[in-house]
Nanobody
Framework: QVQLVESGGGLVQAGDSLRLSCTAS????????MGWVRQTLGKEREFVAA????????DYGDSVKDRFTISRDNSKNTLYLQMNNMKPEDTAVYYC????????????????WGQGTQVTVSS
């Protein structure tokens, strides 16, 4: 079992930056691939970014490439998402998730989820 707690969400303006954090507890954090998934009210969850437990490979959703950066600090059991040049369409609840898959990109590949943190970008 892995418990995930996100933090760092809030209200920003278009063009601003924000960093989300996700702290994990429970089973060995470094043995999980970690990802960020977001959801807007009434829409399906959207893959944002993931980092592989196996080779630290980074994957990004098309809408956030070149603006968002995912990273992890295994010594602190913490996952980060640095979001730059934010846009109103980035507004969503952002979820941190853990997966045993080497390169998880789909919702069903994640085994554990945090409670989510709201990010709102005003125009």
């Amino acid at each position: 079992q892995v418990q995930l707690v996100e933090s760092g969400g809030g209200l920003v303006q278009a063009g601003d930056s924000l960093r989300l954090s996700c702290t994990a507890s429970g089973r060995t954090y470094s043995s999980f691939s970690m990802g960020w998934v977001r959801q807007t009210l009434g829409k399906e969850r959207e893959f944002v970014a993931a980092i592989s437990w196996f080779d630290s490979n980074l994957d990004y959703g098309d809408s956030v490439k070149d603006r968002f950066t995912i990273s992890r600090d295994n010594s602190k059991n913490t996952l980060y998402l640095q979001m730059n040049n934010m846009k109103p369409e980035d507004t969503a609840v952002y979820y941190c998730a853990a997966s045993g898959v080497i390169r998880p990109k789909y919702e069903y590949e994640y085994d554990y989820w945090g409670q989510g943190t709201q990010v709102t970008v005003s125009s």
